[in-house]
Every structure is written in C-alpha cells, then in structure tokens.
C-alpha cells in the first residue's frame, strides 16, 4: 500500500555540461513520475583536457551539491568522461548509490552484438581514457574505439538534424524551414567520414563489428543521421538509454519499499548550472526534448 | 653603434591556447633575430564561455609569468578573447607595453577597405563582446560580426588544409596524402555556409562589405580555402598579420634605442603551456609552420 502523503526519491543527474540532458530525457521516458535534479557543471567544462585528479575533484564536488543540498537518494553520472575517469572517486565520496553511463552501454553492446566485436565513438578523452574498451573487455567483447571530436561543436551549432539546424530564437522563414539544409549535409559527410576511417581500422585488425555503441550524451541527437550511415543489419547503441534502465530497476527497488511506487506524482525537473545559464536554457531543450525552464545558477568555487 | 654583448629584448605573447602561434609565426616572420615566450594558458581554455572577471584574472597572471619570470619587455595578446576582454586588466597589471589584436585587426581592416564596410568573423565569444564593432566603429567603419564556432574545431582536427589533413604522427600511404581530401571538401562547405549568411545579413542592413577580418588565431590556417569562397575583390585580413606589424614597430623602437637592433640573433623561442604539453607539441607546429621544440609545463594555480 502506497503512503500518499511520500514523495518518490529524487534522482541526481549530473554532466561537464548539458549534453547529459540526453540522459535525463532517457530516464524521464522510464520514470516519469519522478523527481529529478540535473547539474550541469558549465564553469568549468570542458572535463576532457584535464587531468584525473581535477576532474574527480570537480565531479565530487557537482556529486555532493546534489545528494547534500539536493536531497538526491542516488546518482547518475551522465557524462562519459567523468564516469571514465572518476566514477570511483564519487562512489567513495558520497553515501548514495551511484550509476555511470559507460558500463550499462558496454552491457548493451553484448545484448546487441552476435560477432562479439563492437565499435564505440566518442570524444578525445573518453577514447584516451579507454574506458569503453575495458568496459567491453570484461563483459567478452572485443571493442575499437575512435575519437569524433566534431560531433559536438556540429550538434551545439544546431546543424544536427533537420528540426534543430536554425537557431532557436534566429526568424526562419517556412522555405528556409523546409528546404533541405545544407549544414546537416555537412553532419551527414563527416559521420560518413568517420564511420569508413573506423571501418577500414576495424577490418585492419579483422573485427567484424555488427554493432555501434554512441559513447557520447551529444550523439543520440544524430542518431537518424548515424543510423542513416552505418552498414545494413549494425545495431546502433544509445548508451543514454542503457543508463536510463539500469537506473529505473534502482529507482523503482528504492520506490517500491518506500511504499511510493504506485504514486501520481508528476514528473519534476529542476536544473542548476555553475556557468552559462543563457546558453544551457537555449540549447538544454534540443537535448531534453521538452523545455528546461529557468536554469539556477550554482556557484561550486574554483 | 650596438653593443655586441646585449641581447635582443624578450617579446612574451600570449594565449589562451595554441591557436596564438600564428600570431607568433607572423611575429618571427617580422622579427627574425627576437628572442620569443610564448604562453598557452591550456589548463584554463577556453576562455569563452568564462565571465569577464574570470578571464582578467586568468590573463593578468600568464602576463606576469611572462614578464616577471620569462623577462618579457613587452607583451602581444595573441587572443581574441583575452583581447576583447582584459586588454586594459593586463595593461594596468604589468609594467611594460601590451598589445592586443583587436586594434590593430581595425587598423588594417581601414587601410583596406574602400567602402567603409567590413565583416569580421570570429569565436562565439569575441562576438558577442563586439570588440571588433567597437574598435571599426572607433575608426570610422561600419563593421558586421558572425560567430563561427565549427571554424575552430575543424582547424583542430586537422581538416583545414591539404597538407595537415592528416594527423600527426599516423600512418599515411602516398595514395591516400595525394587524393582530394574529403574532409577538405567539408571544410570549405562550412566556410561557404557561414560566409553565405553573412553576406545575406550584410545586404539586409544595407552594407557594401569589401573587407573580411579573420579575428581567430585558428582562422589563418584556413585562409587558402576562405580567399575561395570570398567574392571576386573582397580583402581578407589576417589579424595577426597586423598585430605583429605594431609589434615589430614598438620592437625596433626598443632595440634601437639599446643598440641592439643590428646585432645578428638567432630567432629564440621558448614555449610554456599550463596543461596538455603532449598536444601543443603534436599540433603547435602545424600553427607555427616549424616544430615547436619542448613545451615547458607550468602551474599558474587555480
């Protein structure tokens, strides 16, 4: 029997940025009477050209500010690099249970693949980090990576997909709206690009990859286009949607004994980031699917 | 008479990153016999998504580096951003000359252009702190801005041009360095887009643009493939080009006036970074057009 006067646990999500939006939208799509609080820590993106020990140190930090001052009952780390190189680092800094992006989409690569060889695309430092590929390794896999590092500033340019190419806010007349753009003809040749340059190195080493893990939160915004680019018959992974799972089956174990499972609770989202409030509410709904509303400003130090 | 015992005096430039190389390559190019420091403040970039605040405090302390523990007799601030924001922050910190390369981006977009009109591309961040606006405007010249963010990261990765199209250090077959490159074609594809919109928004406003400003380090890399997308006439100005004309000006002033000016030096670089050593040394030459020798790592704190 469900105490109705409960409120479900609030779940923490956290990003460099506000690419981890994609994650949010995946977990909301799975929990969508929950309560959620997403921090972006946009002050002091980008992770990827920092060291280890930094990167823990800002990610403990982002962590702590959403299960102390949150309330947040566990945590998803929505972002590859700071679930590559600090994961650890947060588990043993804070007293709830805390979930990465890297593992659940290493575990549904195996779901997917048939041949056991899987091909991961990233940014820079995930691929350095080799995360994916240790990932893979532990659960039978065999895993090439490769770095995309122009998959990001594509998306945030909004020339992605067809919806998203003009500029939220910029005037669109109905024939630019409709005419086919140009700038997602650019994202279309460089993921071409990129997937031949990784299909010749997969065939190099004699991996017959039949599956495509998207190792970054920015990626699922170019999910038609990659799948439009991939070989007949390849999986395309979501590593978004994989996290978003394996953190419904904790939130509803955590839900269920709590006697709040069955409750009408209406989703709810509260965003915080710690820089770059202007530029997270323009661009944060093409990531959320949904607007994201006034973003509160956080300030985290250093 | 000179005296064969001095020195030359120690030009300290200074950027964010790397991409102020190219100011440094048109420095060298002015002043063969200088001795050169060059900063990259990598730990803390991008400056462009940080406040005002943030970036004159990052940008004082690089300037004191370079003057109080390099010798630095005068400084060239070989980034937009760090220009358009902290020039006046640096001036009242250090006690030697510094230039920026804004102004003289202006100056010359003046001594070019006909019509009185310019257009000046740029980072995201210079634009919106219109500091090309502001120093064309201080020169009698209308000036239209366009932020170009993907220009930066292709440049990065290596597509601007034929000849670095490949990365560093990989393994390239003669067949594949000698075919058209594709990801050149993307290249000057996006250069076409983003050029085609300004060119429609400058006849919106009525503007007869004859001049287009580079105001990004990482911009002359592509300056082949820009002058082709450019109309038949139009002038395409090269900020660090300018900047290291002020600066060889000031430069013989000085040497002149310590009678050095005519002793035989060789050019004497030395390079620093605050983080990511290993990829200033795998793309800095690629901006300086000559290896860039050992990067020295420094902490400047925070």
Excluded at 1 to 29: H, K, Y
Aim: glycine fraction near 8%; aromatic fraction near 6%; charged fraction near 20%.
């Amino acid at each position: 029997m469900s105490d109705s006067s409960a409120t479900p646990p609030t779940i923490g999500v956290f990003d460099s940025g506000f690419g981890g939006l994609t994650v949010l939208r995946a977990l909301i799509g799975k929990l969508p009477r929950a309560r959620f609080a997403f921090l972006g820590d946009t002050a002091r993106l980008p992770y990827g050209s920092k060291s280890r020990r930094t990167i823990a140190r800002y990610a403990v930090e982002s962590a702590q500010f959403l299960v102390k001052e949150q309330g947040a009952e566990f945590l998803v780390i929505a972002c590859n690099t700071a679930s590559a190189l600090a994961l650890n680092a947060i588990q043993e800094a804070v007293p709830v249970p805390v979930l990465g992006v890297i593992e659940p989409g290493a575990t549904a690569g195996r779901a997917a693949s048939q041949t056991g060889d899987v091909l991961v695309i990233a940014t820079d430092a995930t691929v350095q980090s080799h995360a994916y590929a240790a990932a893979c390794k532990a659960q039978g896999l065999r895993a090439l990576e490769k770095a995309c590092p122009l998959l990001v500033p594509l998306v945030e340019e909004g020339w992605g997909d067809p919806s998203s190419v003009f500029r939220a806010g910029s005037e669109t007349s109905a024939a630019q709206a409709t005419s086919a753009p140009p700038q997602v003809a650019v994202t279309a040749e460089v993921i071409r690009i990129y997937l031949n340059e990784l299909a010749t190195d997969a065939a190099a080493e004699g991996l017959k990859p039949d599956t495509l893990v998207l190792g970054c939160t920015h990626y699922p915004l170019l999910r038609t286009l990659i799948e439009s680019a991939v070989p007949e018959g390849m999986r395309v992974i979501d590593s978004a949607e994989s996290a978003a799972e394996a953190a419904a089956r904790l939130f509803n174990g955590r839900a269920k004994s709590r006697g709040t499972i069955d409750i009408d609770w209406p989703t709810e989202i509260r965003c915080f980031a710690t820089d770059s409030v202007e530029k997270f509410e323009r661009l944060g709904s093409r990531f959320l699917g949904r607007p994201v509303g006034t973003v509160e400003l956080v300030d985290l130090g250093g």
